[in-house]
């Protein structure tokens, strides 16, 4: 076609050709990628304790003995959200545990409303390093909960810090914030809901 | 040339006014902690490093171009390329960099060292106020922007800490090591006290821990220092720091507070009461979305004055306060506010600004909602 | 398609020059259409830097609200919400549509003149990238006016302020990125295509002009994290309105990973916005202190270095999210090393200009002001990459100082000083000297008494993104203010230049710079539409 191509050879065009190929192989490689890296994200905060995520899958026990030597205490903290008229407590706002104990928590989840409605109570640990070396057997934050209006229901936590938890750490908060859990088709927009005025 | 030395001037006046900078609101604070003294020379040095390496690389530079014009009958040279300065001004550099990482590595080890605290404080980020909790110890509040909108608009004269003042700062003991919790309960926040060196993002349903030693009492004020919308720049932090005694008579007072209002539940509030200490919650948690007047910002910020729905139905009213609107920024104040004072503000915005119900929310109903 | 073009050069571009060749052409189609489907590189670069000046404007009049609403504490022009638009969309326009845009022009108009090519490798394409850019950005200013306002988050829109908090506008500001988004990857493709299989016969590639080398370095760039911001947007997208969480805590997805996302992006596109800028002021300064670039391998290599480290030190955008202690660590580490290759490139300049015969033409101040006042912004991103520092700098006007020194007396400076070394090859005239000398000064007073404040009212404890602040900043904030309005003011100047020489003006022969080597310089000026129909012979010179 007319004068761009008065240079371009044959071996130009497939020099060209090969360009674009590879470039374009590369650039849906990256965009894979891009939403490659969320499950390895995962995987590699849960690997390094990376923003105290914890691993979200029940973890057997393991019977490695019990470290009496040293004391770690082990905070709970529970928080709502707006929006979800529940109530998560816990019985005790910390223990004193050995590395290599097993021990088991009691939470309570309450329904306040007079409606049913589903949650899910999302962990998270300080100090992040700590969070490898926390084992969960079981726990209420591993499913959402479904509560009927004003039901009770009180779940445990059964866990273990592991004895390689570094030395320095002698204190572990275990945070879990309360979310509704909505349906995946009613996507939650701030000025579309507040723009209805008459909900204040 | 004439405009070569006009700019070389300008650069000799930008560098006579560093030392200047040092001069105090010019600089970063020295700080009232031993980290934040730690960082304040690690910013010096750094400051100073980068300094004489400008000196010695404009120097050049300068004189080069002073040297070697064409103007005076300069004649180029044709050499390009030179090994061994090559790999020296590679090598150097790396050394320098080397010299600067060491302290800052150790500065950093400590900074990531929150073992061994007294105090645990949990400081959640709402949109835009924070709220302080003494784990364990039963005492929270929120600390909300006390400057008032009129100056804000200009109408009134700017008092001394316009902006960076709060109805209720945070209060530390001074000498006992303080662990931060830090979360937010809607977008991203970042807390920060320059004089405490510490700043830290609060982030949705994740933890973040930081610490601080302070050694000096006073008042110490700081700012939101990530983008939250549209308040971010109406959400100071100031930390009171008290020596030990007084902060531990401060936290007894605080409790015996808690206790008495707790009493306060059970019985029966007159109207008035109520209005009066519901305009106080109103003005410090509502007035920077509902306005002061109730008028609103929609469609963010519904109005409440006229709102008909709010005056038709109390129920939904009170449970609004408690639970907050989903995916709004209508937070749940569930954990906030105190029956006594959800009561309070219920009452307040159903009979102000002609809204006129002559509803009574007693602090005892509320209580019900919220145990129910 | 209409590709063929008009036996007339267009506008600024040569006059007599071309009509040999184009005897055989038919007749073009005429006004707004001819434009609309050039498909010719000089064409096409024109059109690129004339939006990229347009683009320039409309954000630099955002920074002027910014600025006046700063000029005083307390609010007094604009709401919060609007002042949080204004520096959003100042941001985002000024990287994806005026920096970005103006590096392309210029690599469109030079990079086949540089390596003795005829055109573009893929013409068509081309356009096509180009044309995509009005839309994106049309319709980006357009949720300015939509309900809920536009973008109010920042450029760097971090979520949940962007996902679950945004005005409903944000749909529309995803569309919008993602056209911006594919014109840069076309581009790119373009780019590369051109220089590996375009050049003249026994140009090797250590034989290419820098400014060629840095631009196949960021296509490269471009290339590996474009693809990636359109995976964080497109995650957005799906949180917005698909009900997902990638980003959402209470789905079980995570703020901070949004944050990673976009700082892969992020940091290698700063680099975007850089390296062509340190290919511009390879040529031009050697142009001017007429002696050989010193050190040409190792520019090259110290560019590859900054464009692969770039790829490692994203998260020190993130030092106070929490990361843990190691990760503090490392990108710290690698951070500081980024100072090695980028101080290695200063060193060549200066040495460039060592025993050289320097003169102060338009360009060269723009080059020389460059390599200043980029330095001073590289020292104060020395300063930001000491992790424990950083925490007080962190999100601070501190920051401000930094990048803006980086950008506007950095990236801006070089585009500007291209324009200045290549308008005479563009129009065939020299750009009236007075004029861009007023231009220069002018521009340099504003840019510093814009941007060094800042430095000051950053470490003294002033966030960034505040509408309104505390009383002792007042006084930085007014000469921020009143050196802004300056810098603004005097880019009238520059557009005054420039039409002045696109008129007329003292004529220019093919060799505009006495000093001036590259393959460019051997095309009639102006240059014809068409220029080495066949290829060059091209012997290398010094390098």
Redesign the interface.
Known sequence: MSHRDHGATDSHKLGVRRTVVRSVAALIGMFAFAFALVPLYDVFCQVTGINGKVDNTAQAIIHEGVDDSRYVTVQFITRGSSGLPWRLEVETRQVRVHPGQTSEINFTFRNQSAEASRARAVPSVSPSRASRHLRKVSCFCFDEQHLEAGERLELPLVFQLARDLPPDVNTVTLVYTLYPVTDARAPRRAQVTAGKGDEA | ?R??L??MA??CI?AGLSPL?LAN?????VGVTD?SR??FS??MT??WI?VA??VV??G??FY??FR????RG?????????TT??VL??AI??LI?VG??VP??A???Q???????EL?V?I?GQQWRWRYEY??EDVAFTSNLSTPRA????EEA?G?????EVDEPLVLPTDRKV?F?M?S????H?W?V?DL?????T???????NWVNISEPGIY??????????????MPVVVHAMEGEEFDDWLAERKEAAAEEALGVDRDWELDELMERGEAVYSSICASCHQPEGQGA???????AG????IGDVEW?V??I???????????F??TLNPVEIAAVATFTRNAWGNDTGDVVQPSDVAE???? | MAPKLPPQPPLEHSSAATAGGAAAHHAPPRGMLRWLLTTNHKEIGSLYLIFSLIMFFIGGIFAMVVRAELFQPGLQLVNPDFFNQMTTMHGLIMVFGAVMPGFVGLANWMVPLQIGAPDMALPRLNNFSFWLLPIAFLLLLSTLLMPGGGPDFGWTFYAPLSTTYAPPSTTFFILSLHMAGISSILGAINIIATILNLRAPGMRLMDMPLFVWTWLITAFLLIAVMPVLAGVITMMLMDINFGTSFFNAAGGGDPVLFQHLFWFFGHPEVYIMILPAFGIVSAIIPTFARKPLFGYASMVYATASIALLSFLVWAHHMFAVGLPLVAELFFMYTTMLIAVPTGVKVFNWITTLFRGSISFEPPMLFALAFVVLFTIGGFSGLMLAIAPADFQYHDTYFVVAHFHYVLVPGAVFAIMAGVYYWLPKWTGHYPNVRLSQWHFWLSVIGVNLTFFPMHFSGLAGMPRRIPDYALQFADFNLVSSLGAFLFGASQLVFVAVVVLCVRGGEKAPAKAWDGAEDLEWSVPSPAPLHTFDTPPTFSPHVH
Request: hydrophobic share 45%.
């Open positions: 040339m405009t070569l006009v700019w300008g650069c930008l900078a609101g010019w600089n970063m604070p980290l730690e960082i690690l910013h750094i400051f980068c390496i400008g690389v404009f050049v530079m080069s171009l070697f014009r064409r103007s300069a004649k180029a040279d044709n050499f390009h390329e030179h300065v090559e001004w590679t550099p790396l960099l600067m990482a800052a590595t500065t950093l080890v900074m990531y060292d929150a073992s061994d605290a645990d949990m959640t784990l364990g100056q804000v608009r200009g700017r001394e800490h316009y902006l960076l662990r919790l979360t309960d809607d977008v991203l970042s920060w320059p060196a510490v700043k830290q993002d982030i949705p349903g994740f933890i973040n821990e004020r700081g700012q939101c220092a990530e983008l939250c919308g549209i308040n971010h720049g109406f929609p469609p963010a910020f519904p109005s409440l709102n008909e729905r709010l009213h449970q609004t408690i639970n907050g609107v989903s995916g709004t920024a209508m937070p749940s569930r954990n909602q919220l145990a129910q």
